[in-house]
């Protein structure tokens, strides 16, 4: 079983759609958790960042952590064609710079 | 543009060449990283440098080999690639004295070994 599981995709909605993003995963241990966008042909773009549970907005994106179920959400409000990427996971355990990442979810927010 | 800037942006080399990428970071940050990206797999982080030294041991063949002159530069010297070895190369920095920070990536060497 790996680390951290999700969904590669491809995701396509209507513009203006809500999105909904997760990745599940197994080590109790993690306390970092980041979400990243990227284009095809470029590298990642950080999105989010947070430490524990808990909720984090900025802009359109919103991001959840629930320890207890062991998933991570990530929430696009008003889909836009220009968020058509892929959506990383990553997370990490403290005192450690390893970050393991999700296998990523392409998303298409079709106009 | 992001802070982090990574040199090629496309490679070519046969199985007996030797090459180097090259990584440059801007944002004053104290950590560096090499992660491998492959096709349908998750990044594989390869090597971490933090304040210049070398920390977190992972598994990675020695014909991949960094070098870290000084916080804002990170090399990866390659010889003898093989095939497999084909991939996006990506070199990302951190802020911060420790681990646990957020990570900023370049936009990566698309690699091809022929």
């Known amino acids: 079983q790996k680390e951290v599981e999700q969904d590669p995709g491809p995701l396509s909605v209507p513009e203006g759609a809500i999105v909904s993003l997760i990745c599940t995963y197994i080590?109790?241990?993690?306390?970092?958790f980041m979400w990243y966008r990227q284009y095809s042909r470029k590298g990642p773009e950080l999105l989010m960042y947070?430490?524990?549970?808990g909720n984090k907005e900025d802009g359109r994106f919103t991001a959840q952590v629930d320890k207890s179920s062991k998933y991570i959400s990530l929430f696009i409000r008003d889909s836009q064609p220009s968020d058509s990427a892929t959506y990383l996971c990553?997370?990490?355990?403290?005192?450690?710079?390893?970050?393991?990442f999700g296998t990523g979810t392409r998303l298409k927010v079709l106009a | 543009e992001t802070g982090v800037t990574q040199t090629p942006r496309h490679l070519v080399m046969g199985m007996t060449n030797k090459k180097s990428l090259k990584c440059e970071q801007h944002?004053?940050?104290?950590?560096m990283y090499w992660y491998k990206q492959s096709a349908k797999k998750p990044l594989e982080l390869m090597f971490v440098?933090?304040?210049?030294?070398?920390?977190e041991n992972n598994s990675v063949p020695s014909r991949f080999s960094p070098e870290c002159p000084n916080s804002s530069h990170l090399f990866l010297h390659l010889h003898t690639l093989q095939p497999e070895d084909s991939a996006l190369y990506l070199c990302?920095?951190?802020?911060?004295?420790?681990?646990?920070?957020?990570?900023?990536f370049g936009q990566g060497t698309r690699l091809t070994v022929v």
């Open positions: 990553a997370m990490s355990a403290s005192g450690t710079y390893k970050y393991i």
């Open positions: 080590n109790i241990a993690f306390l970092y």
């Open positions: 990302a920095s951190s802020p911060g004295q420790g681990p646990n920070t957020e990570a900023f």
């Open positions: 440098y933090s304040l210049e030294e070398r920390v």
């Open positions: 944002l004053g940050h104290n950590a």
């Open positions: 947070t430490y524990s549970s």
